[in-house]
């Protein structure tokens, strides 16, 4: 099922804080999110009310129109290659920036929320088609597992396989360039793949946060992302002695060692 909720966000925003807590006021549980989504990384949400107030109008109702023509698209794509798909719902609405899409649960069903404020922030409107197709990938991971894949997130270091996994469906239905790439990323990545690698693993072995590699405001090396680009890697390793399917029910005990494996490589 569908929730667009941006008929609700315009008829409520008037450019204020306050005219986006009315507007999400009326999605407790979508509100629940948000302001969850920050306390996990011991942030106050409260701080970014502002976000909402630097996209200009013309750039949410763009996301929002480029996103309402892609989504049949890539879900007509995503129901061919995986027919057993179950029931899932599509938010789209206005955030704090929590990110430009992702994959929860929300009225008991696994849903993909998209955010149009980050879409337009990361001026992806060209790249929507990517970013649905990548959300889609979480989902069929979670139908695929018969787990909520939120529940194995929550040990960062599987984000390596959840988000490569993600990354993996985006590259079959949409290939190459991904949505989140600039040019000359991937090329880089594939050059500097060990060094990507050692960060990670330092990252790990002293027990930084991982989001650095995944968030759309960080930067190592330079460079957005390289979470992504590992964890494709990662399942594309994988794939060498398993199926996709195999890859999804994978034991995480048997998961977390096949990454410190990976890592180790160089």
């Keep these: ?54 996209r200009a109008l013309d750039e949410l109702k763009l996301a929002h129109d480029r996103l309402s023509e892609v989504i049949p698209k890539v879900e007509e794509k995503i129901n061919g290659l995986f027919p057993f798909l179950d029931e899932y719902h599509i938010v789209i609405y206005v955030g704090l920036g929590n990110g ?21 922030e990361l001026n992806w409107f060209d790249m929507v088609g990517g970013l649905a197709a990548h959300e889609f990938g979480h989902l069929v991971h979670w139908l695929l597992r018969g787990e909520n894949i939120e529940n194995i997130e929550e040990e960062q270091v599987f984000w390596l396989y959840t988000e490569g996994f993600a990354q993996r469906i985006e590259d079959w239905v949409i290939g190459r360039p991904w949505h989140l790439e600039e040019e000359g990323w991937f090329e880089w990545c594939e050059g500097n793949e060990a060094l990507i690698k050692a960060e990670f693993l330092k990252y790990l072995q002293e027990k930084k946060p991982l989001n650095r590699f995944f968030g759309s405001w960080f930067e190592i090396f330079g460079k957005k992302f390289l979470g992504y680009y590992l964890g494709y890697k990662f399942i594309i390793q994988l794939e060498r002695e398993r199926t996709l399917e195999g890859i999804a029910k994978m034991d995480k005990e048997e998961i977390r060692a096949k990454i410190l494996e990976f890592l180790s490589e160089g």
């Excluded at 008037?14 to 011991?42: C, T, V």
């Excluded at 899409?101 to 337009?120: D, H, Q, R």
């Design 100 to 120: 430009a899409g992702w994959v929860t649960e929300f009225k008991g069903k696994p849903a993909i929320l998209f955010g149009l404020e980050n879409i337009a």
């Design 1 to 54: 099922m569908m929730f667009d909720t941006f008929s609700k966000f315009l008829a409520y925003w008037d450019g204020s804080e306050e005219s986006w807590l009315a507007y999400i006021n009326e999605y407790p549980e979508l509100f629940e999110k948000i302001k969850q989504d920050y306390g996990r990384y011991g942030e106050d949400w409260h701080k970014y009310l502002v976000i909402p107030r630097k």
